[in-house]
């Protein structure tokens, strides 16, 4: 089906109602799930549910771009990580491993790739809620944090940005400015904290990144048992790791090589998936609830304000637009495939 084949000349419009009195179901199932952090229903909550029409002055453009664009997104991406994070969970605990032989106890062959595809997803929804946080922080402290723009939503910026000092304060400190300086002063630990959690937000994105360019088939795994013969899955904290180069005649170990403890403990993570996945939500959502709180603040200090014309800016400098179309030789479904209604004749 192509845009021409429909009806284009619209008399009504079907769709929720654009003002909302009480808060969408899917907020508050996310809410009472433990899923969305309070801070994020309540900001949800006092900004009148993101409905159309509530943007407050300081998101009021002409056009309703700003608030429109303020959006769900946290929300959608915290329930879908829980919701992959669940999935992993479940088809890690049917793959295959001896122990489970031993003991009598059924697998799927294809639990492995099931796994691998939902940590992926998982990965994906994890950094998608933090690339949320980066754009709601670009809107409300637009141009003060360095290099961060509306419509880029790149939390790496926020990130970097925590490495670095701010300056010392002055003797006119402005609501603002101070926004900001809390701001700096929750997250730090919480994105750069020391050993043993440093680097976890590196290794995140490099595990983010990798899957979405190259696929599920990059996580490389190592089974472990413990005493009692049940296994647990590692995965490496570095790239690329291929057990090939340590695969060696017998016999013939390169002087000074190490043992396999030691290989473990200086190539994988210390924990388990099902462990490192619960850790990386719990870290996740602890910086969107920090982030979200401070935020909140700044929202209603500011909300009143004229309307962020610099943020605008950049959000429609961020647009883009291409020319395709549609395809020359498409294989689409038809609308008799998407919705049979019966066996074709030959009549048609």
Known sequence: MRLEDCKLDVGQVVM????????DPNWVQGRDSGVLPEPVFQFYEQAEYLSFGAAPPFLADADNVLFGYFGESIRDSLVEAEEHRQLLIQAQG?????????????WDPRA?????????YFLLSLQAALDA??????????GLVPGLRVGRAQFSKIETWLTR?????????????HFLRQLHETLQPLVHPDSPERDWLPLMRLYRNKAAHLGSSVFRKVGLHDDSGRFYVFIPRQWPYLWERYLKPAGERPPGSPTMPELFRETLIHQDLVSYVGGLQGRVTS??????????LAYQHMKKFPPNQAALAELNGSSESYAFEYFVNERGLSNEDMH?????????
């Open 112 to 120: 492995p790739e099931i796994a691998n595809r939902e940590f992926r």
């Open 340 to 348: 049979p209604t019966g066996q074709k004749t030959a009549g048609g």
């Open 16 to 23: 929720a109602p654009p003002r909302r009195t009480e808060p």
């Open 165 to 177: 000092p701010l300056p010392a304060i002055g003797f006119i400190v402005t609501p603002t400015e």
């Open 133 to 142: 946080i980066a754009d709601i922080t670009a809107i409300l402290l637009t």
């Open 287 to 296: 910086i969107v609830a920090a982030a979200v709180s401070l935020l909140w």
């Open 94 to 106: 049917r793959t295959y491993d001896i122990g489970k032989q031993a003991r009598g106890e059924p």
